[in-house]
């Protein structure tokens, strides 16, 4: 069953395939369930990196809309958490992605005001 698909950019986007709550030790990269979820206005998204690269962490809505982009920068290897302030949104679902290079991961999250 699909949790959503949406046209991100011309690509298509399967969410539910997408969404995975193991963490996978040959994988150089690892996202995190945020906490806490749901949430109002402040939630933290952990993630980890094993080799040095650029991170981008985005929000979309459930329509696949961008509307959020909490990070898009070089870090180093090790474990992060970074916190989105989503005060100026609307309740709803919301999708957090994590990509680097080829590499994407996807997640929901539940914003209750």
């Given at each position: 069953?699909?949790?959503?698909r949406?046209t991100?950019?011309?690509?298509i986007?399967?969410?539910?395939?997408?969404i995975?709550?193991?963490?996978?030790?040959s994988?150089?990269?690892?996202l995190?369930?945020?906490?806490?979820?749901?949430?109002?206005?402040?939630?933290?998204i952990?993630y980890e990196?094993?080799?040095?690269c650029r991170?981008?962490?985005?929000?979309?809505?459930?329509?696949?809309?961008l509307?959020?982009?909490?990070?898009?920068?070089?870090?180093?290897?090790?474990k992060?958490s970074i916190?989105?302030?989503?005060?100026?949104f609307?309740s709803?679902i919301?999708?957090?992605?994590?990509?680097?290079?080829?590499?994407?991961?996807?997640?929901?999250c539940?914003?209750?005001?």
């Amino acid at each position: 069953m699909h949790l959503i698909r949406a046209t991100v950019n011309g690509q298509i986007l399967d969410f539910e395939r997408s969404i995975s709550n193991k963490k996978d030790n040959s994988n150089q990269y690892y996202l995190g369930k945020n906490y806490p979820n749901p949430f109002n206005n402040k939630t933290a998204i952990p993630y980890e990196i094993k080799q040095p690269c650029r991170v981008k962490i985005y929000v979309f809505d459930l329509r696949g809309n961008l509307v959020n982009i909490i990070m898009d920068k070089f870090q180093n290897i090790g474990k992060y958490s970074i916190e989105w302030d989503a005060s100026r949104f609307s309740s709803g679902i919301y999708i957090y992605s994590f990509e680097i290079d080829n590499f994407r991961e996807y997640r929901k999250c539940l914003l209750i005001k």
